[in-house]
């Protein structure tokens, strides 16, 4: 069966920090390019990190220098590491997987919180 299935959200502080885990099945995931996405309420979807098949990485500016996105081919995990959290950074976040021609692959989505 193919599926991604998220973990680690939850709620955080400002200035705290959060690792987000993306664990995929039943694909060759290393040919895959990895993403996170976010929605926030009453907000459209936004790409927050991106890594290639190949490790080539791409942040949206407002994460730059903050969040880290990183993958593990022999686990089938992608991971996004989120420091110093400010409050606009609450949203859902989704985990997204894309091969040239393919339909893209996502996850149930895991909430992030950063409130006081």
């Known amino acids: 069966q193919v599926q991604l299935v998220e973990s680690g959200g939850g709620l955080v502080q400002p200035g705290g920090s959060l690792r987000l885990s993306c664990s995929a099945s039943g694909i060759i995931f290393s040919i895959y390019n990895m993403g996170w996405y976010r929605q926030a309420p009453g907000k459209q979807r936004e790409l927050v990190a991106l890594?290639?098949?190949?490790?080539?990485?791409n942040y949206a500016d407002s994460v730059k220098g903050r969040f880290t996105i990183s993958r593990d081919n022999a686990k089938k995990t992608v991971y996004l590491q989120m420091n110093s959290l400010k409050p606009e950074d609450t949203a859902v976040y989704c985990c997204n997987g894309q091969i040239n021609g393919g339909l893209p692959l996502w996850g149930q989505g895991t909430q992030v919180t950063v409130s006081s």
């Open positions: 890594i290639t098949s190949g490790g080539r990485t």
